[in-house]
């Protein structure tokens, strides 16, 4: 299954993004899509676990064109973004699915327009994921919210948190560096 996803079926992926795009941004789906991958990232097929299909537009943030008086260097309208797109995925998932916690999120596709994404949310109140020994850490008061503090694996990753060397200034936090280190 992963080696048939290093080069996928365009035509098949084709026609699933055309059925993708005329729905929602963000979609709730039966079973993943890519199985081998959502249960190395920790989804096992029993309640209490989420899969959520993310459209995201693809290209820069653009900002609105600024016409008040001020210097060129301050007219940016187009800036880059701090955020990994598939974090982004992550925290609208999380917004779209209040009660639920992001465990962890993978790319499905991309077109001229969009990328797709799959997160894997889990519901801490329920009694079946309490009881799993693999998974009850999310039900800990101290995971709430952890995608918009960056504690999942694509916030790590795209705050730059995976090497650890002595001349990084990302470590402890980038506001104890007053933001030097992105």
């Not at 789906?29 to 249960?39: F, T, Y």
């Not at 790319?107 to 020994?133: N, Q």
Request: charged fraction near 40%; hydrophobic fraction near 35%.
């Amino acid at each position: 299954m992963r080696e048939a996803w290093r080069k996928p079926d365009t035509s098949v992926l084709r026609e699933r993004m055309m059925q993708w795009r005329k729905e929602n941004a963000v979609v709730h789906v039966e079973r993943p899509l890519r199985l081998d991958k959502a249960r190395m990232l920790g989804y096992s097929a029993k309640k209490g676990f989420v899969i959520a299909r993310v459209r995201l537009l693809r290209g820069g943030r653009k900002r609105e064109k600024v016409n008040a008086r001020r210097r060129t260097k301050r007219k940016t309208i187009r800036k880059t973004l701090k955020v990994s797109y598939r974090w982004i995925a992550e925290m609208r998932a999380a917004r779209r699915f209040t009660n639920l916690e992001v465990l962890n999120s993978y790319w499905i596709g991309k077109d001229g327009k969009h990328y797709f994404y799959e997160v894997i949310l889990v519901d801490p109140e329920r009694p079946e994921i309490k009881a799993d020994k693999k998974i009850n850490w999310i039900c800990k008061p101290e995971h709430r919210g952890r995608v918009f503090r960056g504690l999942t694996s694509a916030g790590k990753k795209s705050r730059g948190l995976r090497k650890k060397t002595r001349n990084l200034k990302v470590r402890p936090s980038l506001r104890s560096w007053n933001r030097k280190g992105k």
